[in-house]
């Protein structure tokens, strides 16, 4: 079983960026494909981006298309989501996921593929 830990989150105006990151402990991340998700207030958890367990697949929602970065580094057993302009609407409590994978490139958006999940990180961003 592995646990998961996100930090990174915060406060940022309009346009800037942030980077979270997602810890693993418990058993290496590579064996998991990954995936970020973010839930804002009244509204349903939303896909946000997802990676494979090599890194060589990645996908992300249509909201953050052309504006963030999944990545991962295995030997230090982390997880990124690099955030560039940010806007208002991206205010949400973000989550870092895993679930149990196989080799290749496949990632998942459907959030009942992932088992694992980390407590989230709450981003706001002010317009």
């Known amino acids: 079983q592995v646990q998961l830990v996100e930090s990174g989150g915060g406060l940022v105006q309009a346009g800037g960026s942030l980077r979270l990151s997602c810890a693993a402990s418990?058993?290496?991340?590579?064996?998991?494909?990954m995936g970020w998700f973010r839930q804002a207030p009244g509204k349903e958890r939303e896909f946000v981006a997802a990676?494979?367990?090599?890194?060589?697949?990645?996908g992300y929602g249509d909201s953050v298309k052309g504006r963030f970065t999944i990545s991962r580094d295995n030997a230090k057993n982390t997880v990124y989501l690099q955030m560039n302009r940010l806007k208002p609407e991206d205010t949400a409590v973000y989550y870092c996921?895993?679930?149990?994978?196989?080799?290749?490139?496949?990632?998942?958006?459907?959030?009942?593929?992932?088992?694992?999940w980390g407590q989230g990180t709450q981003v706001t961003v002010s317009s």
């Open positions: 418990g058993r290496t991340v590579s064996a998991y494909g």
């Open positions: 996921a895993g679930r149990i994978a196989s080799t290749g490139d496949y990632w998942a958006r459907n959030s009942n593929n992932y088992v694992y």
């Open positions: 990676i494979s367990r090599s890194g060589g697949g990645t």
